[in-house]
T-cell receptor
Framework: KAGVTQTPRYLIKTRGQQVTLSCSPI?????VSWYQQTPGQGLQFLFE???????NKGNFPGRFSGRQFSNSRSEMNVSTLELGDSALYLC????????????FGPGTRLLVL | GENVEQHPSTLSVQEGDSAVIKCTYS??????FPWYKQELGKRPQLIID?????GEKKDQRIAVTLNKTAKHFSLHITETQPEDSAVYFC????????????FGKGTRLSVIA
């Protein structure tokens, strides 16, 4: 099976802009989680989608949003970008439950100038 | 909510020695504890996990122990090799299987040949 893919891999934006990141899970996986990874902060949970519904949400401001499509592909959007949003954004998929192996994508590295 | 603390943040060992990474969690309801390994520039990958009905689990040179009373769990790597050099993340979640994973901030392990 093909692994989790994310596009784009790299992105440079300026403050105030918005950005949309995409994640394609492993075929058959219905759960997609998003994480923000920054040096020293580890992996911080953004949200999780299952069958097109947001099942869990982390402690991030409303500027961060997401959605999932009927084919399980997921997107996350960040509006009004701030310098502090610069990070590696990882998505992970699992078959159904969070307590199964999470398969991570390669990430999208976002730089906000 | 759940909080996971991980120590040490960096660890250097000589090749062939053992390495131990410790994590503590706050929510006594947590019942699933995975460990992920992230090599430089690569995506995190699950290396081992343990559930609360088990005290120890071993897979070749890697073992994880869980102390539910003290609310801590540890990763043990024996006979370390240079390819073990990576950042290791512990995580915890509870429930039904659908509560998000809460990750520790990671331990950078360097194995010196």
């Amino acid at each position: 099976k093909a692994g989790v893919t994310q596009t784009p891999r790299y992105l440079i934006k300026t403050r105030g802009q918005q950005v949309t990141l995409s994640c394609s899970p492993i075929s058959g996986h219905r759960s997609v989680s998003w994480y923000q990874q920054t040096p020293g902060q580890g992996l911080q949970f953004l949200f999780e989608y299952f069958s097109e519904t947001q099942r869990n949400k982390g402690n991030f401001p409303g500027r961060f949003s997401g959605r999932q499509f009927s084919n399980s592909r997921s997107e996350m959007n960040v509006s009004t970008l701030e310098l502090g949003d610069s990070a590696l954004y990882l998505c992970a998929s699992s078959s159904r439950a969070v307590q199964e192996t999470q398969y991570f994508g390669p990430g999208t590295r976002l730089l906000v100038l | 909510g759940e909080n996971v603390e991980q120590h040490p943040s960096t660890l250097s060992v000589q090749e062939g020695d053992s390495a131990v990474i410790k994590c503590t969690y706050s929510d006594s309801a947590s019942n699933y504890f995975p460990w992920y390994k992230q090599e430089l520039g690569k995506r995190p990958q699950l290396i081992i996990d343990i559930r609360s009905n088990v005290g120890e689990k071993k897979d070749q040179r890697i073992a994880v122990t869980l102390n539910k009373t003290a609310k801590h769990f540890s990763l043990h790597i024996t006979e370390t090799q240079p390819e073990d050099s990576a950042v290791y993340f512990c995580a915890a979640s509870y429930n039904s299987g659908n509560t998000p994973l809460v990750f520790g901030k990671g331990t950078r392990l360097s194995v010196i040949a």
